[in-house]
């Protein structure tokens, strides 16, 4: 196992265009976590799952963001209509259970033009 | 609202030399503690964290870290910097208790450069 692999590792999309971006987490890991990471900030926490289930979503989260993880494993995180706000790194994590210590993805770059 | 603070936005120092970066925490409770590293381009690389037990926790690449609970403080050192130790680092906390999904809230991070 390689670790934690995100796709694609940059897009460049057109406002109100919209993307899905995928995360497939270290394979024994059940949580997964989404951030999002803007340019001279720290990453902030969008969303996690355990196994299949969301467990929490931020207030960042908008509408148009929707994040899925039909079988437990990798999961997709997809903007609708985006914004050029919208333009950042978004950054995949997984863990185990009750160990706390998360893995990072490379990131996909999203810009929106 | 946890929050963790970086007050150093950029630190620059020579190449071997020692560094201190510095991490506060406003939290309920002690929390897990981490510091993570990240070079340009990339995502983020653990290089250390702090559970319970010795305040004084080494990580990867020579650095070390040690947790002031009176200071509610978690700072980062490395006696000797290298180059390749050039890249933006920062200090993360998560919850430790049962439940509370361990999402990280990160500080806003510390730019080092280092000069030859």
């Known amino acids: 196992d390689t670790g934690v692999s995100q796709d694609p590792r940059h897009k460049i999309t057109k406002r109100g265009q919209n993307v899905t971006f995928r995360c497939d987490p270290i394979s024994e890991h059940n949580r997964l976590y989404w951030y999002r990471q803007t340019l001279g900030q720290g990453p902030e926490f969008l969303t996690y799952f355990q196994n299949e289930a969301q467990l929490e979503k931020s207030r960042l989260l908008s509408d148009r963001f929707s994040a899925e993880r039909p079988k437990g494993s990798f999961s997709t995180l997809e903007i609708q209509r985006t914004e050029q706000g919208d333009s950042a790194m978004y950054l995949c994590?997984?863990?185990?259970?009750?160990?706390?210590?998360?893995?990072f993805g490379q990131g996909t770059r999203l810009t929106v033009v | 609202a946890q929050s963790v603070t970086q007050p150093d936005i950029h630190i620059t120092v020579s190449e071997g030399a020692s560094l201190e970066l510095r991490c506060n925490y406003s939290?309920?409770?002690?929390?897990?503690l981490f510091w993570y590293v990240q070079s340009p381009g990339q995502g983020l690389q653990l290089l250390l964290k702090?559970?319970?037990?010795?305040?004084l926790v080494q990580g990867i690449k020579g650095f070390e870290a040690e947790f002031k609970r009176s200071q509610s403080s978690f700072n980062l050192r490395k006696p000797s910097v290298h180059w390749s130790d050039a890249a933006e680092y920062f200090c993360?906390?998560?919850?430790?208790?049962?439940?509370?999904?361990?999402?990280?809230?990160f500080g806003t991070g510390t730019q080092l450069k280092v000069e030859l």
């Open positions: 939290y309920g409770a002690t929390p897990y």
């Open positions: 994590a997984s863990s185990l259970q009750g160990t706390a210590e998360a893995f």
């Open positions: 993360a906390v998560a919850p430790s208790f049962t439940g509370g999904g361990n999402k990280l809230t």
């Open positions: 702090y559970f319970s037990g010795d305040t």
